[in-house]
């Protein structure tokens, strides 16, 4: 059984690669704040410029904060727990149904060439990591 749920992971994380998947916490409520921060401290320091001023910096400062911390999606589900990789599978495994692989080689051929299992396993994985991990999910570069 741990075989299994190691090619799923492999599964998952050549399907999250050839998508250019990356996620990460959403720390976007930090970011606002820091910007709303800096321009109602620029109004009380400076007037109508300063919040104008403010907000900019703020903005740029709120946006450096929280730059860079996208990470590859199979970093993260190779980094997962036991507990949290078997949640995967689970879900992995209602798409694939009955189907039977040998090992992960042929588990891999037999996904990546179905247009329509990638994308349902896509889907499972976006969904795991949005729900479970509470992640924000982009794709490419």
């Known amino acids: 059984m741990a075989q299994r749920v190691e090619d799923i992971m492999r599964l998952c994380c050549e399907v999250s690669a050839n998508r250019q998947m990356k996620a990460a916490v959403k720390n976007s409520g930090k970011g ?20 104008a001023l403010g907000g900019a910096i ?12 996208f990470r ?26 009955t189907l039977d692989w040998t090992d992960v080689a042929q588990l ?5 060439g179905n247009v329509s299992l990638q994308e349902q396993i896509a889907a ?7 729900k479970e991990l509470r992640a924000e999910v982009r794709y490419g570069d």
Do not use: H, N
């Not at 921060?37 to 007037?47: E, I, P, Q, T």
């Not at 400062?61 to 730059?67: E, K, N, P, V």
């Open 124 to 130: 499972a994985v976006l969904s795991y990591v949005t």
């Open 58 to 69: 703020g903005g740029l400062l709120g946006c450096w904060m929280t730059s860079g911390q």
């Open 32 to 51: 606002a704040a820091v910007a709303g921060g800096s321009a109602f401290v620029g109004g009380l320091l400076a007037g109508p410029p300063g919040i």
């Open 108 to 112: 891999l051929m037999m996904v990546m």
């Open 72 to 97: 590859p999606v199979p970093q993260i589900i190779m980094e997962l727990p036991p507990q949290q990789q078997q949640k995967l599978f689970s879900d992995v495994m209602a798409v694939l149904g």
